[in-house]
């Protein structure tokens, strides 16, 4: 599985940005598939993840709760994350990935994800 993450950039506070990640597998539906972010010094932290279905069940930190939408489209092997009311802190480089047999108490845990795409970075200026 290959994971191609585009669509960061910089932006003002207040403002939107909307993350692809196109998955080059011909199984994506069989995969949970999340995004993760890290800022320089920390480690690397959920986001969001969505299960297999193309409506299937969310998850996110509490960090981004309301102001980000994870989302999928199975018919184009793709993922997307919808940020919206941008922080500062939101600031940090963002993975995609992806994982089988992740059970929805997991999502959060980096290591249930067995593929990750190469990031993007996200610059929230104040």
């Known amino acids: 599985v290959q994971l191609q993450a585009s669509g960061g950039g910089l932006v003002q506070a207040g403002g939107s940005l909307r993350l692809s990640c196109a998955a080059s597998v011909s199984t994506f539906s069989t995969y949970v598939m999340g995004w993760f972010r890290q800022a320089p010094g920390k480690e690397r932290e959920f986001v969001a993840a969505?299960?297999?279905?193309?409506?299937?069940?969310?998850s996110y930190s509490d960090s981004v709760k309301g102001r980000f939408t994870i989302s999928r489209d199975n018919a184009k092997n793709a993922v997307y994350l919808q940020m919206n009311s941008l922080k500062p802190e939101d600031t940090a480089v963002y993975y995609c990935?992806?994982?089988?047999?992740?059970?929805?108490?997991?999502?959060?845990?980096?290591?249930?994800?067995?593929?990750w795409g190469q990031g993007t970075q996200v610059t929230v200026s104040s």
């Open positions: 990935a992806a994982g089988r047999g992740v059970i929805q108490s997991s999502r959060h845990d980096p290591g249930a994800y067995g593929y």
């Open positions: 969505i299960n297999r279905n193309q409506y299937g069940s969310t």
